[in-house]
């Protein structure tokens, strides 16, 4: 089971205590110098250097927001960034310096929310990652108190609970920031423009697959039939529509 405490972390967002994110980058110079800015803004970076170690190491009760490096030692980000799903729901940003859609698809398909392409200014990345921590508890601020029920779906909008056919689904941040916004308009067709603004903040660029891969680790994970899906259906030319009487 993912450890993500939603609420614990828009305190610390909101400055009531400190951010809490995980560096992992083997260019000792950059690490330090992004750890001493982030720091400046009230983050208390944890840093290491090495994937493997990282892995070894990792406490996900003890971390906020991951940020890692695509080339590391030990093990690569790719592998990191599965393993630290394995008990980690919160946000995931990888450092890359490289621009390949195969890796970024990659990423997101292994559960990385966002991709930073280096070389990168420590101020840069502090405002990507307070956009991401803004976008992720925008849910929780809009939606508390509230719970959906659609069928055997049953989506608790403060909680960040899933549960299907009285199974809890294990769901990272974006996945459930996603299915919010799907069952908030169910019944709607949401343009891929739309539901890309939302979860990454910026206009969608066209090419982008971000939204893609979502939507088919979401299907997946609610027994949608990847094939043929009924439940989270892609209209063509439109977008993707949540399916208000597909869930009995």
Not at 23 to 49: C, G, K, P
Not at 123 to 142: E, G, K, T
Request: glycine share 6%; charged share 25%.
């Amino acid at each position: 089971m993912c450890q993500f405490h939603p609420s614990d972390s828009l305190a610390a967002h909101r400055h009531s205590r400190a951010v809490r994110p995980l560096l992992i980058e083997d260019d000792i110079r950059l690490a330090s110098l992004v750890r001493d800015y982030l720091t400046q803004e009230n983050f208390e970076v944890s840093v290491q250097h090495k994937g493997d170690v990282a892995v070894t190491s990792f406490d996900a009760s003890a971390v906020d927001i991951g940020v890692l490096d695509l080339m590391l030692p030990g093990m690569n980000g790719l592998q990191v960034c599965t393993r630290l799903r394995d008990t980690f729901c919160g946000p995931i940003l990888i450092l890359t310096a490289k621009s390949s859609d195969i890796d970024h698809v990659m990423g997101l398909e292994l559960g990385a929310d966002d991709f930073v392409t280096k070389p990168i200014e420590p101020p840069v990345l502090f405002a990507r990652l307070r956009a991401l921590l803004r976008r992720i508890h925008a849910v929780q601020a809009l939606t508390d108190n509230q719970s959906l029920r659609f069928g055997r779906l049953i989506v608790n909008l403060q909680s960040h609970q899933v549960i299907y056919d009285g199974e809890e689904v294990d769901l990272t941040t974006q996945e459930f920031e996603l299915l919010s916004i799907l069952t908030r308009n169910a019944g709607t067709v949401l343009s891929r423009d739309i539901i890309y603004s939302n979860i990454r903040g910026i206009d969608y660029d066209g090419l982008d697959r971000t939204v893609d891969v979502r939507i088919s680790r979401l299907r997946k994970k609610l027994h949608d039939n990847p094939e043929q899906p009924f439940r989270i259906r892609t209209i063509w030319g439109k977008g993707y529509l949540f399916v208000v009487n597909a869930w009995d």
